[in-house]
């Protein structure tokens, strides 16, 4: 989470922060040869649901990324870089949605251009979110 929390505190605002951490995450995704894709989303796609215990610390885990991008939407919306009828919740599920898609999208057999054609097709998303408060 510490890396998640200086993407977003080293970008020049909140919204910019998001876009970061989406293209640093999709960065690691597309530079790794093996493949091996993320822990967490990993585990949540292999754990028996019976499993309460690890269930219950991946939660937490993906609760936490959830949590600070709410608070970066929650901060963009406080800026007026998104309109205040956004709810800042909303969006970072669908972010990490997203992301988990993305990261599920890598461990296939889909080149760069096809993660990356993604990636651009979120930050296209988020930036129409970004440029109905700015019209």
Not at 102 to 108: A, D, H, N
């Amino acid at each position: 989470m510490e890396k998640v929390r200086r993407y977003l505190n080293e970008a020049s605002s909140p919204l910019a922060g998001v876009k970061l951490f989406l293209q640093k995450i999709t960065d690691e995704m597309v530079s790794d040869p093996s493949r091996r894709g993320c822990f967490l989303v990993n585990t949540v796609l292999e754990m028996s649901p019976d499993n309460v215990k690890i269930q219950e610390t991946v939660t937490q885990q993906l609760d936490a990324l959830e949590n600070l991008l709410t608070a970066a939407f929650r901060e963009a919306i406080d800026r007026a870089e998104l309109a205040n009828d956004k709810d800042p919740k909303t969006l970072a599920k669908f972010v990490m949605v997203n992301i988990w898609g993305l990261r599920v999208l890598s461990k296939t057999a889909a080149d760069e251009k096809t993660i990356r054609q993604q990636l651009a097709q979120l930050l296209d998303c988020l930036e129409r979110h970004e440029n109905k408060c700015r019209s």
